[in-house]
């Protein structure tokens, strides 16, 4: 993993560890955009650049707020860093992007839409299963 090291009046900071590109996993990534709330943080930050923790509009604790930080952070979508007493996290676009290309819009793009009839699954030729595109 990178790890950064912050030194504020000459007293060493705690390390913030993030990992490197190629260590980021399509699985980790796609599993830490899969909260609602985790994806509100990734949103915001594609849309409004580097922000302090405290400026992120999230309806959880802060505890919980932290928690999400860190899945974000370890799966590779975030940068930390620290400045005085405050974090500042940002989005590690191109990061991201080198390692798979389009995702982070594709996804933020497609974060809002509601299922259509045209994304309903219909069942194959011969299924003998109708039900379940009805009820989907």
Avoid at 18 to 45: F, K, N, W
Avoid at 77 to 101: C, N, Y
Avoid at 104 to 119: F, G, I, K
Wanted: hydrophobic share 40%.
């Amino acid at each position: 993993p990178q790890v950064f090291r912050y030194v504020s009046n000459f007293a060493v900071m705690r390390i913030i560890a993030h990992p490197a590109t190629e260590q980021l996993s399509l699985s980790g990534v796609l599993y830490a955009m899969s909260d609602p709330v985790r994806l509100a943080i990734v949103r915001a930050l594609h849309d409004r650049g580097e922000l302090s923790c405290g400026a992120l509009e999230v309806p959880v604790s802060k505890s919980t707020l932290s928690h999400h930080l860190k899945v974000l952070r370890d799966a590779g979508l975030t940068l930390t860093r620290a400045e005085g007493v405050h974090r500042f996290v940002s989005l590690r676009r191109a990061d991201i992007e080198q390692r798979f290309p389009g995702l982070l819009v594709c996804v933020l793009s497609h974060a809002d839409s509601r299922p259509t009839s045209r994304h309903r699954f219909a069942p194959g030729p011969g299924r003998a299963d109708q039900s379940l595109a009805s009820n989907w």
